[in-house]
């Protein structure tokens, strides 16, 4: 099954700039989304960007205009590129995959199956 693998998160001041990377160990062909969530201390998993198999995007209002889901289909690799960023965005980023995301739920944690251990964005 695909095993997600995240990279790039770190430190940066508000205002600066992060691009998140998730490497899948297998083809994500069968994934009909791909997404980014995040979750930061004592609060819920939140969805911010997700994208599909047919290259539509969805993404959670506070990140729109600053942030962008893209994936490289050759590299297996989903990107979050991560903009403006602010202190309310610090939290424990994680990537999600399935192949039965339902339409209109791809911002939802209970939709996806497949995650990976996170990398950490601390803006301050």
């Known amino acids: 099954h695909v095993q997600l693998v995240e990279s790039g998160g770190g430190l940066v001041q508000p205002g600066g700039s992060l691009r998140l990377s998730c490497a899948a160990s297998a083809v994500t062909d069968a994934a009909n989304c791909m997404a980014w969530f995040r979750q930061a201390p004592g609060k819920e998993r939140e969805g911010i960007a997700a994208?599909?198999?047919?290259?539509?995007?969805a993404y959670k209002e506070s990140v729109k205009g600053r942030f962008t889901i893209s994936k490289d289909n050759a590299k297996n690799t989903l990107y979050l590129q991560m903009n403006s960023l602010k202190v309310e965005d610090t939290a424990m980023y994680y990537c999600a995959a399935d192949r039965l995301v339902r339409t209109g739920r791809e911002l939802k944690v209970d939709e996806y199956s497949r995650w990976g251990q996170g990398t950490q964005v601390t803006v301050s």
């Open positions: 994208l599909d198999s047919g290259g539509s995007t």
